[in-house]
């Protein structure tokens, strides 16, 4: 098939066009490398610089005609969501639903969109499935549930076949320190410098840590399988920033000491995902543990700023 991904010369958005590419479909990244590079594009994807609030949706997708689209162009920063509402919300809501309209009008067959999990159900006390209530606690967790809810509301009125992905932390190669969820390079950087690991607040607080090319086969079952709604994808492990490191610390064969920083605005204490339904509908569950994980992505990180 033919697949246009948006934001796939990012982190996660050039895995999924990988993904994509190796199972022999037509790729098209859309990226204003913006946050992504150059060098994350997979070779033999089609490449279009450009910023999707700068062009006309309808009459470009009316042009490339894709059957599919995976939707990763987004802010992804929550604090800056914090402080600049109107900004977030104009770029991860009303861009969203412009490319929205402009896929249904051109026949796109399925629509998959890039969601989050622990921004949108907000303080766990185990691990939360789609059923779980939401409640985000930033703008950022806001924008991501209004789309969910259009996305479901399209579905149910004019018949848009999508399925929303909420994710939980995702690391792995190509990952870059921005954002919350880049914890691991930061990590990853102060371990190589050897600096003090930065700890927000006691670093007792938690995250479910999914890899990247977990996800990204999670995204070439969706689109194999097609099921409408919102799908959890996360490991249903918890792990606290402090045990994180450790096991940083022991991928790299670094010592790690903590640095204790104030916290951050809005920061959940624990972040969790269930992701049974998964399982249940794609046949999906996570194939790499987080230590194996860990060390992977490390080597892949070293080898990179080496052939730099």
Request: glycine share 12%.
């Amino acid at each position: 098939m033919k697949i246009l991904v948006t934001g796939g010369a990012g982190f996660i958005g050039s895995h999924f066009a990988e993904q994509l590419l190796q199972e022999g479909h037509e790729v098209i990244v859309v990226d204003d490398l913006s946050r992504g590079t150059r060098a994350n594009l997979p070779r033999g994807c089609a490449f279009h610089h450009l910023d999707l609030a700068g062009i006309d949706l309808p009459a470009f997708l009316a042009t490339l005609r894709p059957e599919g689209l995976f939707h990763f162009s987004a802010q992804i920063d929550v604090g800056f969501s914090i402080h600049h509402v109107l900004e977030d919300a104009r770029r991860n809501i009303m861009m969203t639903l412009a490319l929205v309209e402009a896929a249904m009008a051109a026949g796109v067959g399925y629509f998959v969109f890039a969601s989050s999990g622990g921004a949108i159900y907000g303080e766990a006390s185990g691990p939360q499935d789609e059923e779980h209530p939401e409640r985000p606690l930033t703008p950022y967790g806001v924008a991501k549930l209004s789309v969910d809810r259009y996305l479901d509301s399209l579905h149910r009125n004019l018949g848009l076949a999508y399925a929303s992905m909420r994710f939980a932390n995702v690391y792995g190669p190509r990952q870059t320190a921005l954002g919350e969820a880049g914890v691991v390079p930061i990590f990853m950087g102060q371990l190589a410098a050897g600096q003090p690991l930065s700890i927000r607040g006691d670093g007792l607080q938690t995250r479910d840590f999914v890899h990247v090319a977990d996800l990204a086969r999670a995204g070439s079952l969706l689109l194999n399988t097609r099921p409408v709604g919102i799908f959890n994808f996360g490991s249903g492990q918890e792990t606290r920033m402090l045990d994180l490191g450790q096991a940083l610390s022991r991928a790299s064969g670094r010592p790690a000491v903590f640095r204790h920083v104030p916290a951050l605005t809005g920061e959940q204490r624990r972040s969790v995902l269930d992701a049974s339904k998964a399982e249940r509908v794609l046949g999906w569950r996570p194939a790499i543990g987080l230590e194996a994980g860990l060390q992977a992505t490390y080597a892949a990180w070293t080898a990179g700023r080496t052939a730099r």
